[in-house]
């Protein structure tokens, strides 16, 4: 059996919604600091729905190829959705990805919560940080991890 899937193949040469938004109304940024992998969102916001999603993502195929599915998922889709988007559903929608590359879609659903929370906190509207567990660098919320 091939070690890709037909999808991951696809999105890899073909990616979707590469590159940036002018004027973004939220950006995600996060790296892997093992494999050295950086990925950035971009998201054009409207009303709460997301009306357009771009990425740069520098990194391997895999990660490629989760940006470019991720990005298809929550385009045109309530935030609400997108925050609920999981690594998981990310990889069952590329049908699948090697068990040492799963690490790559979890890069796409960070991003995505990053990118929500930064326009979040750029239009001081009120969330439950307990929706972004795996951010970090928050500056606004003590007990988030
Ligand atoms: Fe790092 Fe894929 S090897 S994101």
């Known amino acids: 059996m091939a070690l890709y899937s037909e999808k991951v193949m696809d999105h890899f040469r073909n990616p979707r919604n590469v590159g940036i938004i002018e004027n973004a109304d939220g950006i995600g940024e996060v790296g892997n600091p093992v494999c050295g992998d950086i990925m950035k969102i971009y998201l054009k916001i409207d009303n709460d729905i997301i009306t357009d999603v771009k990425f740069e993502t520098f990194g391997c195929g895999s990660a490629i190829a989760s940006s470019s599915m991720a990005s298809e998922l929550i385009k045109g889709r309530p935030l609400s959705e997108a925050l609920k988007l999981t690594n998981k559903a990310v990889t069952e929608a590329l049908d699948g990805l ?39 660098d928050c500056a606004h919320c003590g007990e988030m991890a």
Not at 100 to 112: D, G, P, Q, R, Y
């Open 98 to 136: 090697p068990a040492h590359k799963l690490h790559c879609s979890v890069l796409a659903e960070e991003a995505i919560k990053k990118a929500v929370k930064d326009y979040y906190d750029n239009n001081g509207i009120e969330y439950d940080h307990s929706l972004f567990p795996a951010c970090e």
